[in-house]
């Protein structure tokens, strides 16, 4: 089969979605399916390594290659009619370039899925979003033209549904993870560092995790912390942290290499995801719990999809540190209870979210796009 992925950012650049699609593409390709990736910034050609190929269409408005600006759709047309695949999987339902390939797609007669990776703030209002979708025809115009619509979990579900009429077919896959790359140590570490990984922006959460930091550093005095990310708000979290006075605990790693994470993992006690608001899934989590390490994260969004509270995590409440502080150091005061939480964490893993088992998912959905029988989905609804 021949499949077309298609999704605003490089597959090479950092994110969930540009995670979840180089994983995807990775994973179909093993399986024997001939795998194209379009994206509309450039980075490198490294990906044909593994049998992928990436082809980039330029921004509308070159050298502007920014979210807010259309790829030149008559460049992104003139590459998928010649490439003619069998199946366009767009990802992500507010971009530009997954949009236009769907309209593209319908007017060659392709079957078309669409991912929803997303939510944002108050996605589960009705009353706010339903009216306001309407004066985002363009948006909706655009996402109708999928004959399948996943998302990556059920409040993403939710929001999309808002876009959407009623009849449209709809089904929830969640996220996956290599859970042979991101295992457990074979010997867990000794050292109390807690890591937090992801773009420092403020919905991340970060400054929550460095005043939750603050109480830990008293009552757990060998505690670490390491930020790995970049983003707008780390002149302020370092500024932060020397104001709460625990510049010489929390390490500011910057980006690292997609390669070194899972070892990053693995020298973890705890990983924190401490997410303010717009968290449709949680990644972080999931990449964590397959390492076998236990999360502490913030109760928003699809994050309590991914994890039991009290069995192979704990939640807390959004943006507050006192709470996320008191998670941290019940962790970090009981090696018993962490240890049964990375366990049953990986189980969790291993039986619903890695590789193996969610591309099925999607693949049932390939063949029935392809079969034209997309009513079938109906029945799982």
Known sequence: MKILLVTEWHPFSIGGVQSHVRDLAFNLSKLGHEVFIIS????????????????TVKPLLAPLNIVLIPPNYFSLKEAIMKL??????????????????LSIGEACNVPRILTNHSITLGFDYDWLWRPSSYLLFIHRYYISKAQV???????????ISKFVEKNVIRKVIPNAVDADRFKPPKQEPVEPLILFIGRL??????????????????????????????????????????????????EFRGCIPES????????????????????SFGLVALEA????????ASNVGGLNEVIDQGNDGLLVKAGSHKELADAIITLLSDDKKRREMSLKAREKVLKKYSWNVVIRDLLEVYSRALDKQVTALLNWR
Do not use: W
């Open 201 to 250: 922006v403020y919905r991340k959460g970060a400054h929550v995790l460095l005043r939750a930091f603050r109480y830990v550093a008293k009552e757990k005095p060998q505690a670490k912390l390491l930020i790995v990310g970049k983003g707008y708000m780390e002149p302020i979290l370092r500024v932060l942290a020397q104001k709460l006075d625990v510049q010489d605990k929390v």
């Open 260 to 279: 070194d994470k899972e070892e990053m993992y693995r020298k973890a006690c705890i990983v924190a995801v401490p997410s303010v608001y717009g968290e």
């Open 84 to 101: 003619k695949p069998d199946i366009i999987h767009a990802h992500h339902a507010f971009t530009f370039m997954p949009l236009l390939s």
């Open 149 to 159: 619509i996943v998302s990556v979990s059920n409040v993403a579900d939710r929001f």
């Open 40 to 55: 509309k910034a450039y980075n490198s050609s490294a990906f044909e390594r593994k049998g992928i190929k990436h082809i």
């Open 289 to 296: 719990m397959s390492s076998g390490r236990p999360v502490v």
